[in-house]
């Protein structure tokens, strides 16, 4: 049984449905990603387990313990806020201490483990500073200690990192991975970003209108995506309806593709910008089409191409290597080629 499990879990907000049929079971120790677009039921989920909601149906435990109907207080799951939730009218020391007093814990415990925990993110000596006197990234850090003071057995982050810059995204990104190893908590991660889920996690769950779509590695969702919703939301895709049939697969306008065996039906086909080769000469096999480049973004160490093919538009990328310099410009003739292992046929 994994540390943390959801069967069956509806939330309801006025009949409107917030998230239904979720089934999970996050492992001890899982540094575990919900990644989807606002609005899909995310941080619902998340008050579900820390017990700020109550589900409609289904049923929640920690490890052997069903926790579905317990109080906040007793379940042992520390919760940062996307807005950090902090309280404006205590100092940072009061803020980080606040649960363990609730827990009525002898006052030197009470010193050591704040102690503790504020070097470990990083905030000795802030002690007496107020909230309006933090910066964005010290606020996200008190947040942290505030919420592992308690020694939760699973830590859950509403989109931690989303009211950052980027630098310091970056920055704090590495560094609550780092955390999280060093504590072996049982984490789960919120986030609409695919970046900070692709980096970061150990799995990555899927959600899209109140559904869990898919759940797997990194690698297992970027490579074998369950549907075009996964493959467009974790990494670019070129996504094109298509008839499949005899190994090959008919785009409109009269594109044909042909497939890697063993023969698969689908709906849809999913190529990766980086599968796609340019070349400014044929250079023959199959899947090579001449098209007309629309448009090149330089984007330092890659270069992005957008090419039109008998009225479709593709995406390629390449490393901005003197090798795959091509030296065209918009209306240029080029030859796109597409390898077979490069194409994911997809059934919704
Ligand atoms: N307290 C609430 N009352 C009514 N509707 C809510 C409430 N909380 C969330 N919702 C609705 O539930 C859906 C999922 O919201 P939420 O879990 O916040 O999504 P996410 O965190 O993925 O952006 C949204 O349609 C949202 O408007
Ligand atoms: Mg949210």
Partial sequence: MGALVLTGVEKKFDGAVACSGIDLAIDEGEFFTFLGPSGCGKTTILRLIAGFLTPGKGSIYLGEREITHLEAEKRGVGMVFQNYALFPFLTVYENIAYGLKLQKRPGREVRSTVGRYMEMVGLSGFEKRGISELSGGEQQRVALARSLVTEPRVLLLDEPLSNL????????????????????????????????????????????????EQVGTPQELYSHPANAFVAGFLGDTNLFEAAVEHGMAHLSSGIALRLPPPCKRGRFVSVRPQDISLAMTDPGGPNTFKGTLEETQMNGAWVEHVVAVKGLIFRAISLNTMEHRLGLNPGDDLFLSIPERGITLLDR
Avoid at 165 to 194: C, N, P, W, Y
Wanted: glycine content about 4%; aromatic content about 4%.
């Fill in 165 to 212: 810059d980027a630098r310091l995204r970056d920055k704090m990104r590495l560094e609550i991975k780092s955390l999280q190893k060093t504590l072996g908590i049982t984490t789960i991660f919120v986030t609409h970003d695919q970046t900070e889920a692709l980096t970061l996690s150990d799995r990555i769950a899927v959600f899209d209108k109140g559904r869990c």
